[in-house]
Protein backbone atom coordinates (compact mmCIF):
# COMPACT_ATOMS: atom_id res chain seq x y z
CA UNK A 1 0.00 0.00 0.00
CA UNK A 2 1.50 3.60 -0.60
CA UNK A 3 1.06 6.30 1.19
CA UNK A 4 -1.23 8.28 -0.45
CA UNK A 5 -3.34 4.87 -0.53
CA UNK A 6 -2.86 4.75 3.51
CA UNK A 7 -4.06 8.22 3.68
CA UNK A 8 -7.23 8.19 1.92
CA UNK A 9 -7.90 4.84 4.07
CA UNK A 10 -7.35 6.09 7.49
CA UNK A 11 -9.99 9.25 6.38
CA UNK A 12 -12.14 7.16 5.32
CA UNK A 13 -12.19 5.15 8.44
CA UNK A 14 -12.29 8.32 10.57
CA UNK A 15 -15.49 9.18 8.13
CA UNK A 16 -17.10 5.76 9.47
CA UNK A 17 -16.50 6.24 12.79
CA UNK A 18 -17.94 9.76 12.93
CA UNK A 19 -21.23 8.46 11.24
CA UNK A 20 -21.22 5.83 14.07
CA UNK A 21 -20.65 8.42 16.95
CA UNK A 22 -17.59 6.95 17.56
CA UNK A 23 -15.43 10.12 17.88
CA UNK A 24 -12.49 8.91 19.91
CA UNK A 25 -11.45 6.77 17.28
CA UNK A 26 -12.25 9.23 14.51
CA UNK A 27 -9.92 11.77 15.68
CA UNK A 28 -7.13 8.44 16.12
CA UNK A 29 -7.42 7.70 12.40
CA UNK A 30 -7.48 11.26 11.55
CA UNK A 31 -4.61 12.08 13.59
CA UNK A 32 -3.47 9.16 11.92
CA UNK A 33 -4.11 11.25 8.12
CA UNK A 34 -2.28 13.87 9.42
CA UNK A 35 0.97 12.42 10.37
CA UNK A 36 0.89 10.25 6.73
CA UNK A 37 0.57 13.30 5.31
CA UNK A 38 3.08 15.10 7.09
CA UNK A 39 5.48 12.64 6.62
CA UNK A 40 4.75 12.13 2.59
CA UNK A 41 5.45 16.24 2.77
CA UNK A 42 8.82 15.40 4.12
CA UNK A 43 9.94 13.08 2.26
CA UNK A 44 9.30 14.89 -0.71
CA UNK A 45 11.35 18.05 0.78
CA UNK A 46 13.98 14.91 1.54
CA UNK A 47 13.98 14.13 -2.48
CA UNK A 48 14.07 17.69 -3.52
CA UNK A 49 16.69 18.76 -1.48
CA UNK A 50 18.71 15.66 -2.36
CA UNK A 51 18.34 16.74 -6.18
CA UNK A 52 19.36 20.42 -5.29
CA UNK A 53 22.28 18.53 -3.69
CA UNK A 54 23.35 16.71 -6.31
CA UNK A 55 23.22 19.49 -8.90
CA UNK A 56 25.40 21.56 -6.41
CA UNK A 57 27.66 18.99 -6.30
CA UNK A 58 28.20 18.53 -10.02
CA UNK A 59 27.92 22.08 -10.61
CA UNK A 60 31.00 22.87 -7.94
CA UNK A 61 32.59 19.59 -9.44
CA UNK A 62 32.38 21.27 -13.10
CA UNK A 63 34.22 24.15 -11.81
CA UNK A 64 36.52 22.66 -10.37
CA UNK A 65 37.68 20.97 -13.05
CA UNK A 66 37.11 23.87 -15.78
CA UNK A 67 39.76 25.87 -13.12
CA UNK A 68 42.32 22.39 -13.03
CA UNK A 69 42.10 22.91 -16.79
CA UNK A 70 42.91 26.61 -17.04
CA UNK A 71 45.71 26.88 -14.40
CA UNK A 72 47.36 23.40 -16.29
CA UNK A 73 47.04 25.25 -19.85
CA UNK A 74 48.41 28.79 -18.30
CA UNK A 75 51.53 27.04 -16.75
CA UNK A 76 51.98 24.96 -19.72
CA UNK A 77 52.44 28.91 -21.33
CA UNK A 78 53.88 29.76 -18.31
CA UNK A 79 56.57 27.11 -19.25
CA UNK A 80 57.59 27.90 -22.89
CA UNK A 81 61.14 28.51 -23.32
CA UNK A 82 61.89 31.75 -25.02
CA UNK A 83 64.07 35.06 -24.88
CA UNK A 84 63.57 37.97 -22.84
CA UNK A 85 64.32 39.62 -26.23
CA UNK A 86 61.32 38.13 -27.82
CA UNK A 87 58.60 40.53 -26.50
CA UNK A 88 56.03 38.52 -29.27
CA UNK A 89 55.86 35.36 -27.94
CA UNK A 90 55.74 37.18 -24.68
CA UNK A 91 52.74 38.57 -26.19
CA UNK A 92 51.30 35.57 -27.86
CA UNK A 93 51.79 33.66 -24.38
CA UNK A 94 50.11 36.36 -22.31
CA UNK A 95 47.14 36.43 -24.83
CA UNK A 96 46.40 32.83 -24.86
CA UNK A 97 46.44 32.74 -21.04
CA UNK A 98 43.91 35.39 -21.04
CA UNK A 99 41.72 33.57 -23.40
CA UNK A 100 41.93 30.54 -21.75
CA UNK A 101 40.96 32.17 -18.26
CA UNK A 102 38.01 34.25 -20.60
CA UNK A 103 36.79 30.95 -21.80
CA UNK A 104 36.95 28.80 -18.36
CA UNK A 105 34.85 32.00 -16.44
CA UNK A 106 32.40 31.89 -19.56
CA UNK A 107 31.79 28.14 -18.96
CA UNK A 108 31.57 28.37 -15.56
CA UNK A 109 28.83 31.53 -16.10
CA UNK A 110 27.09 28.98 -18.47
CA UNK A 111 26.18 26.51 -16.18
CA UNK A 112 25.27 28.20 -13.80
CA UNK A 113 22.94 30.20 -16.36
CA UNK A 114 21.85 26.71 -17.83
CA UNK A 115 20.53 25.53 -14.01
CA UNK A 116 19.17 29.23 -13.25
CA UNK A 117 17.02 28.69 -16.51
CA UNK A 118 15.92 24.88 -15.88
CA UNK A 119 14.80 25.56 -12.17
CA UNK A 120 12.68 28.96 -14.11
CA UNK A 121 10.82 26.41 -16.28
Excluded: P
Excluded at 27 to 32: A, G, I, S
Amino acid sequence: MTIDEEIVFERKLAEYYKKNHLKNEAREHEQRAEWLEELKMLRELKDEHRKIGNIEGFNQGYRKAIDDLSNKICMHFADWKYSEDDKCIKDIIELASESVEEIAEQLKAGVRNENYNKEES
